[in-house]
């Protein structure tokens, strides 16, 4: 990597998998246990907040009861030693990027451990006293969600990735299926850019054929493997 400056790194729930978390689209996957229109959309928790909450709540407390595996951990360990600039671009809502050391991490879906209010566009930490109390703490309207990105909703810092994509001499994608926009175009983006593109991945995502180069295997082996 003697020529590369600037990295971006894409993960998606391929990356969380070995640490116990479901993805969503494999088979067994949470797409195969809830219809995405209830549970991950605007729609869906105008309809039925309660169900959504519950959706949500069960996958809080499953993120709570797991850690960060060893593709986490070489991610966190190429934050630390990269002087150049480095993203890590997060489809997921989970916090094990964090939990494994990594700070250049963006969490362009939202955070499971983070509360969006519905009219003053407020973001609170999920933590204890919010369980249960619909009110917003900064507006006082019970108008608390999950601060996650559902489809429809405008994903977060879409300028600061354009700008680091627009940078990066290097894009990896890690555990992601590419089947979600605008996350499964920055692989093009980052090319057109004259970025060099890899894929990390038990298969083949289905914007493989942009990549440079795409690798198939576990991440917990693929991405130390990478890292070095
Ligand atoms: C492993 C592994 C191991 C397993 N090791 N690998 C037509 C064209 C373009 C766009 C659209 C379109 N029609 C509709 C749209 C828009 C829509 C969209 O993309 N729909 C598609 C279905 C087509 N997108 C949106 O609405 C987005 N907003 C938007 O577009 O705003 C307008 C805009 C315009 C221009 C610029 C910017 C914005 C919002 C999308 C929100 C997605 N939300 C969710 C839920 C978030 C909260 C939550 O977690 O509940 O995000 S959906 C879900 O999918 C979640 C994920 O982050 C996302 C991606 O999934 P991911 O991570 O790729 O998981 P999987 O399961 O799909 O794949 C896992 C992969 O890992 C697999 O490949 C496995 O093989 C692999 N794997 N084990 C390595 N051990």
């Known amino acids: 990597m003697s020529d590369i400056r600037n990295i971006v790194v894409l993960t998606g729930a391929g990356i969380s998998a070995e640490s116990g978390i479901d993805t969503f689209r494999d088979s067994g996957g949470l797409w195969e246990q809830h ?5 991950a959309t605007p729609e869906g928790f105008s309809r039925d907040p309660d169900l959504v909450h519950r959706f949500y709540d069960a996958r809080r407390e499953a993120v709570q009861q797991v850690e960060p595996n060893p593709a986490h951990e070489a991610l966190a360990l190429l934050d630390k030693r990269w002087d150049g600039d480095l993203l ?14 990594a700070s250049r991490v963006l969490h362009m879906h939202g955070e499971l451990l983070s509360a969006l209010c519905a009219r003053c566009d407020a973001r609170h930490r999920w933590s204890e006293p ?33 700008d680091a994509l627009r940078r990066a001499d290097m894009f990896v994608s890690i ?10 175009g920055f692989v093009r983006d980052a090319r057109e850019f004259g970025a060099r593109t890899l894929e990390l991945n ?5 914007g493989s054929y942009w990549f440079h180069e795409s690798r198939q295997g576990r991440a917990s082996k693929l991405v130390p493997e990478w890292v070095g």
Request: proline share 7%; with cysteine; aromatic share 8%.
């Open 202 to 206: 038990l298969e083949r995502g289905e």
């Open 175 to 184: 555990g992601t299926s590419g089947a979600v926009y605008p996350a499964a």
């Open 130 to 162: 919010l369980f249960g109390r619909p009110e917003c703490p900064g507006c006082g309207e019970a108008a608390l969600r999950p601060d996650v990105v559902w489809f429809g909703e405008m994903p977060y810092e879409m300028e600061r990735i354009y």
């Open 35 to 39: 219809r995405v229109e209830d549970v």
């Open 88 to 101: 890590i671009v997060t489809q997921n809502v989970d916090d094990l990027h964090e939990r494994a050391g």
